[in-house]
T-cell receptor, first 113, second 111 residues
């Protein structure tokens, strides 16, 4: 069974540009989560999808971040326009049910210069 | 005060010994508790989950949960150099399904 996949693995963009991150969850997992780890800090929750619906987006930092999960399969996280403080590693995770174990993808390392 | 706290370490343990990792959490309704292992530059890898008070064993790993004292621990028996990594404690709190994370404890197993 394939695990959670994320693309790209690494992105370097300039301040003000747009970046779109993609996550493909484990097949059959209705729950998809986005997390972020900024250098030297704990992993922080961004948002949670159940199928195509946003269950909880309380961790989204501001309206420059837009997440979608059309069709309830893969998800995208767009940052527009990117700021320096957006740099970090963005992880996607999926789970079969809400309180079950979450399995993480390899992450996307975003560097904003 | 952070919601989930871990000693950042590093915790140095000789090969073959028991490594003991601890995590405390704030006084909220916590449902589920997880231990993840993260190698440098890699993503968190789930190694243990525990949902009720007591011990849960899986191979060389034992998770211990004490809700009254608000702590969860991870014991690694017969520590191996390959166990050297950062161990992250994560907790579901209240009715949310997001994970609240500790900063992680760096474990070093010395041959």
């Amino acid at each position: 069974e394939a695990g959670v996949t994320q693309f790209p693995s690494h992105s370097v963009i300039e301040k003000g540009q747009t970046v779109t991150l993609r996550c493909d969850p484990i097949s059959g997992h209705d729950n998809l989560y986005w997390y972020r780890r900024v250098m030297g800090k704990e992993i922080k929750f961004l948002l949670h999808f159940v199928k195509e619906s946003k269950q909880d987006e309380s961790g989204m930092p501001n309206n420059r971040f837009l997440a979608e999960r059309t069709g309830g399969t893969y998800s995208t996280l767009k940052v527009q326009p990117a700021e320096l403080e957006d740099s970090g590693v963005y992880f996607c995770a999926s789970s079969l049910m809400m309180i079950y174990e979450q399995y993480f993808g390899p992450g996307t390392r975003l560097t904003v210069t | 005060q952070k919601e989930v706290e871990q000693n950042s370490g590093p915790l140095s343990v000789p090969e073959g010994a028991i490594a003991s990792l601890n995590c405390t959490y704030s006084d909220r309704v916590s449902q589920s508790f997880f231990w993840y292992r993260q190698y440098s530059g890699k993503s968190p890898e789930l190694i243990m989950s525990i949902y009720s008070n007591g011990d849960k064993e899986d191979g060389r790993f034992t998770a211990q949960l004490n809700k009254a004292s608000q702590y969860v621990s991870l014991l690694i028996r017969d520590s191996q150099p390959s166990d050297s990594a950062t161990y992250l404690c994560a907790v579901n709190m209240d009715s949310n399904y997001q994970l609240i994370w500790g900063a992680g404890t760096k474990l070093i197993i010395k041959p």
